[in-house]
């Protein structure tokens, strides 16, 4: 059984990719510090695969917890989640961004390369800026970076690609998420947003909870069939399961270079407003809602051309919005009844 550790594994994307790992048949390793999560995740992954994964709670910035783990544990491959993703954050507090995200993936890295350990990296589609051409491939040019957050992404990639240089027999994949939504559909994991949320769709099952009074749509004027904003939704549950196939195609020898890239979305763009549409009619719920004006940054439109994932990972996303959104309320109400 080949064993896989997983940083940042009580964390949204990372808690369903354990699950997905586990239920194909892989040990894993978890390490997380709990800054942006709870435990109630790690009690989610065991209810839902009946495992009992080790557990590190630890800093990846402490090089003495990575090596400890790397002696403790016979580690097969890597999946990198853990790292600081708040793009507003990331500019009043760029040198915690840079040091969090960087550091993290140097010490994994040290200990990858020494042992030849591939390695699955968190990108994100925010590497392409706002993109001349749509659908975006993994041609499509890289933007400079609009947040400290975004160049993270960026700079990690680049660091990644000069490790490998260096390293012939390290190999790497970048995946570069669109916008990640829903949750499992057990309702025993789901994104848990401390603070005020800054992404739509936390924001929005706040609002439908009754938590929050009203949920502002971040302008109506762009040049899209109703004004908003337009992005690749994809299910959480899609995109952990691309991991494994990640995972899996290293580990058998498939790659076809050291280090590779690949885009992850359905391929399907949506407005705000019909997402907020779909939402409302899955779960026969009224939304309180208003327009407001844009928010600085936000790109009009985005999605991804899913060709190469689709072909070459051999990986292709099987839920559609209202899955994504059924699944995320469920979870909502689960999250109200856990306090
Ligand atoms: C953002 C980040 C991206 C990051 C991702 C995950 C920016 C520019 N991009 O993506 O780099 O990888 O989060 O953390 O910040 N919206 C509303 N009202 C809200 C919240 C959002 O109308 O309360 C709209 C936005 O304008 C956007 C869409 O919903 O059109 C999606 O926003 P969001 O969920 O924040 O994701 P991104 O901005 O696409």
Same mark, same amino acid.
């Given at each position: 059984?080949?064993?896989?550790?997983?940083?940042?594994?009580?964390?949204?994307?990372?808690?369903?990719?354990?699950?997905?790992?586990?239920?194909?048949?892989?040990?894993?390793?978890?390490?997380?510090?709990?800054?942006?999560?709870?435990?109630?995740?790690?009690?989610?992954?065991?209810?839902?695969?009946?495992?009992?994964?080790?557990?590190?709670?630890?800093?990846?910035?402490?090089?003495?917890?990575?090596?400890?783990?790397?002696?403790?544990?016979?580690?097969?491959?890597?999946?990198?989640?853990?790292?600081?993703?708040?793009?507003?954050?990331?500019?009043?507090?760029?040198?915690?961004?840079?040091?969090?995200?960087?550091?993290?993936?140097?010490?994994?890295?040290?200990?990858?390369?020494?042992?030849?350990?591939?390695?699955?990296?968190?990108?994100?589609?925010?590497?392409?800026?706002?993109?001349?051409?749509?659908?975006?491939?993994?041609?499509?040019?890289?933007?400079?970076?609009?947040?400290?957050?975004?160049?993270?992404?960026?700079?990690?990639?680049?660091?990644?690609?000069?490790?490998?240089?260096?390293?012939?027999?390290?190999?790497?994949?970048?995946?570069?998420?669109?916008?990640? &939504?829903? !949750?499992?559909?057990?309702?025993?994991?789901? =994104? %848990?947003?401390?603070?005020?949320?800054?992404? @739509?769709?936390?924001? +929005?099952?706040?609002?439908?909870?009754?938590?929050?009074?009203?949920?502002?749509?971040?302008?109506?004027?762009?040049?899209?069939?109703?004004?908003?904003?337009?992005?690749?939704?994809?299910?959480?549950?899609?995109?952990?399961?691309?991991?494994?196939?990640?995972?899996?195609?290293?580990?058998?020898?498939?790659?076809?270079?050291?280090?590779?890239?690949?885009?992850?979305?359905?391929?399907?763009?949506?407005?705000?407003?019909?997402?907020?549409?779909?939402?409302?009619?899955?779960?026969?719920?009224?939304?309180?809602?208003?327009?407001?004006?844009?928010?600085?940054?936000?790109?009009?439109? &985005?999605? !991804?051309?899913?060709?190469?994932?689709?072909? =070459? %990972?051999?990986?292709?996303?099987?839920?559609? @919005?209202?899955?994504? +959104?059924?699944?995320?309320?469920?979870?909502?109400?689960?999250?109200?009844?856990?306090?």
């Amino acid at each position: 059984m080949k064993t896989v550790l997983v940083t940042g594994g009580v964390g949204y994307i990372g808690s369903h990719t354990s699950v997905a790992l586990i239920e194909s048949g892989y040990d894993i390793v978890i390490v997380d510090d709990l800054s942006n999560t709870r435990l109630d995740l790690l009690e989610g992954i065991k209810k839902i695969t009946g495992k009992d994964p080790k557990f590190y709670e630890g800093d990846l910035k402490d090089e003495k917890l990575v090596a400890k783990i790397f002696n403790e544990n016979q580690i097969d491959a890597i999946i990198h989640f853990a790292a600081s993703k708040a793009v507003g954050e990331s500019v009043t507090e760029p040198l915690k961004y840079y040091k969090n995200n960087f550091l993290s993936l140097v010490n994994l890295l040290e200990q990858a390369v020494s042992a030849s350990i591939p390695l699955v990296f968190s990108s994100s589609c925010t590497v392409y800026g706002t993109p001349d051409l749509l659908p975006v491939t993994e041609q499509t040019p890289v933007k400079p970076a609009q947040s400290p957050y975004g160049n993270t992404k960026q700079v990690g990639e680049e660091i990644i690609v000069d490790t490998i240089a260096a390293n012939p027999n390290f190999k790497a994949i970048s995946l570069r998420y669109f916008n990640p &939504i829903g !949750a499992h559909e057990s309702s025993h994991i789901g =994104e %848990l947003p401390l603070g005020v949320p800054n992404n @739509l769709v936390p924001y +929005l099952l706040q609002v439908a909870a009754g938590e929050r009074e009203c949920l502002s749509v971040f302008g109506d004027d762009y040049n899209t069939p109703d004004g908003t904003c337009i992005r690749d939704y994809i299910h959480v549950v899609d995109l952990a399961e691309a991991h494994v196939v990640a995972v899996k195609r290293m580990l058998d020898g498939l790659s076809k270079e050291p280090y590779e890239v690949f885009n992850l979305g359905t391929g399907q763009g949506n407005s705000v407003l019909e997402l907020i549409k779909v939402f409302e009619e899955v779960n026969g719920l009224k939304l309180n809602y208003k327009i407001v004006d844009r928010r600085a940054g936000d790109v009009e439109q &985005i999605y !991804a051309d899913t060709t190469f994932a689709n072909e =070459e %990972l051999g990986w292709k996303s099987r839920f559609e @919005l209202p899955d994504m +959104l059924r699944s995320a309320w469920n979870w909502q109400k689960n999250l109200s009844k856990l306090g």
